[in-house]
DNA sequence: TCTTCCGCTTACGTCAACGTCAAGCAAGAC
DNA sequence: GTCTTGCTTGACGTTGACGTAAGCGGAAGA
């Protein structure tokens, strides 16, 4: 099961120049039939990680980083370590990013409960 | 008690630059001493909301409305429901970020589990 | 055969979010 | 006085992430 370039845009909701886009930069690789480019399940899941990324604020270059740590052979020791090393950074960045999401929750509470107040008083 | 740009820059870890570029956007509003610009706390209190939006991904447009959402004055109807929904918008799309990020630390425990495993068979 | 879709590459354009000078003012140190 | 330090306002430069043509190729339908 492969899928063309304009399959998978519509799929995702993202164009066919950001898809090349992501190709220049080696973020995806798809099979090339000729001059045509073939996704596959691969790239479909690449993709995915890639716009997860997107909807967490992170650059095209901290992206391929983490993508290209789903993917890596064995290696040999201070690789795996550093790799190791990379993945406590990331979680650290993440865990900032989760306390900043529920603090601005809840004040986006208190706005609204004071929005509440402010059209009770209008009726 | 105020601070100088240079202060507040030194503080929060951004440059003059940044600090006169949210003021040109109307991000920042600090007080003048004939041309001198003097911040008060609830400059400072924006400017943290501003950083964490930035932390998040969101774009200086984007966190423009949010961060005027906090000081809204009650308005009319329209506008307090048009907030509310503002609100709710917002706390949809955090509510994905969150989802999204305990997907991608669960996702990179597996990555370190892997390494572990393969440090083990390296020793 | 002609046109109409895909799809391809090349390349310049754009927008946001600043960076990076340049040039100038004002106040305190020497 | 002048030198340095800190602040100011332009204004052009840069980087990332694409947008937007322009121009070509191949397959498929009228």
Not at 18 to 26: I, K, M, N, P
Not at 68 to 80: A, F, S, V
Request: aromatic residues 6%.
């Amino acid at each position: 099961m492969t899928w063309s370039i304009s399959q998978l845009s519509r799929e995702y909701g993202v164009t066919l120049r950001t898809l090349r886009h992501y190709e220049d930069l080696g973020l995806l690789a798809p099979e090339r039939r000729g001059t045509t480019r073939l996704y596959h399940q691969r790239d479909r899941i690449r993709l995915a990680l890639i716009l997860r990324g997107k909807r967490l604020g992170f650059s095209l270059d901290e992206i391929s980083v983490i993508v290209n740590m789903y993917d890596e052979q064995p290696g040999e020791r201070g690789q795996l370590e550093f790799l190791m090393e990379q993945c406590d950074v990331r979680r650290a960045q993440l865990e900032q990013q989760r306390r900043d999401i529920d603090d601005t929750i809840a004040e986006l509470e208190v706005v609204k409960a004071r929005c509440r107040e402010d059209l009770e008083k209008l009726s």
